[in-house]
């Protein structure tokens, strides 16, 4: 958050540094047990990305922001909506990774193999990422994945878009390498 738009936001919360500090707290306090009611995975980066968004906002029209909490909760709902998409496109994602893995070649060893072609001519950051990401599973997945996002220096959710993005790669590179083998084994 930039100081102008933190400033901007500070002084629609409250008159005074004091009043305005335990105003966003509040706020902060408020959206993040709002995402976590709806089961986020994040929730504090979530609640964190709507006091970004309203700070923006606030810098450039606070005339327009006549109740801030109502505000931040509206923006909260579609920041909402845009998590519970990302979650699915990264599920259909994974669904679609595994699902490819079982039914484009039923020889296993011949798409592990393939897998790994792939992966070792992927990009080594690319291919790093993906083991790195799959490593963990259950309950310290998540947790695995925001300490990931905090080592590269990036939000949970530029994290899955790049893994979608690596994935897809992978995906096609696996896909053609097995109907290239599939075809060898027909002539």
Same mark, same amino acid.
């Given at each position: +958050?930039? #100081?102008?738009?933190?400033?901007?936001?500070?002084?629609?919360?409250? =008159?005074? %540094?004091?009043?305005?500090?335990?105003? @966003?707290?509040?706020?902060?306090? *408020?959206?993040?047990? @709002? $995402?976590?009611?709806?089961?986020?995975? =994040? %929730?504090?980066?979530?609640?964190? #990305?709507?006091?970004? /968004?309203?700070?923006?906002?606030?810098?450039?029209?606070?005339?327009?922001?006549?109740?801030?909490?109502? $505000?931040?909760?509206?923006?909260?709902?579609?920041?909402?909506?845009?998590?519970?998409?990302?979650?699915?496109?990264?599920?259909?994602?994974?669904?679609?990774?595994?699902? !490819?893995?079982?039914?484009?070649? %039923? =020889? #296993? &060893?011949?798409?592990?193999?393939?897998?790994?072609?792939?992966?070792?001519? +992927? %990009?080594?950051?690319?291919? &790093?990422?993906?083991?790195? @990401? @799959? #490593?963990?599973?259950?309950?310290?997945?998540? &947790?695995?994945? *925001?300490?990931?996002?905090? *080592?590269?220096?990036?939000?949970?959710?530029?994290?899955?878009?790049?893994?979608?993005?690596?994935?897809?790669?992978?995906?096609?590179?696996?896909?053609? *390498?097995? !109907?290239?083998?599939?075809?060898?084994? /027909?002539?």
């Amino acid at each position: +958050m930039q #100081e102008g738009s933190l400033s901007a936001l500070l002084s629609l919360l409250g =008159d005074g %540094p004091e009043s305005s500090g335990t105003a @966003y707290g509040n706020l902060h306090q *408020r959206l993040t047990r @709002y $995402f976590r009611i709806n089961a986020c995975a =994040d %929730p504090e980066q979530l609640a964190d #990305e709507v006091l970004n /968004r309203l700070a923006k906002i606030a810098a450039s029209d606070a005339a327009s922001i006549a109740s801030p909490t109502a $505000f931040a909760l509206g923006i909260a709902r579609h920041v909402l909506q845009e998590n519970v998409r990302a979650e699915l496109r990264e599920a259909e994602a994974g669904r679609n990774w595994q699902t !490819s893995r079982k039914i484009a070649n %039923p =020889d #296993e &060893e011949v798409a592990l193999q393939a897998i790994d072609v792939c992966l070792a001519s +992927m %990009p080594t950051a690319k291919s &790093e990422l993906l083991r790195t @990401y @799959y #490593e963990s599973t259950g309950k310290q997945k998540i &947790e695995h994945h *925001r300490q990931l996002a905090e *080592r590269l220096g990036i939000s949970i959710n530029t994290l899955r878009n790049r893994l979608m993005r690596a994935r897809r790669e992978l995906d096609t590179c696996v896909r053609n *390498r097995l !109907s290239d083998v599939s075809s060898q084994n /027909r002539t």
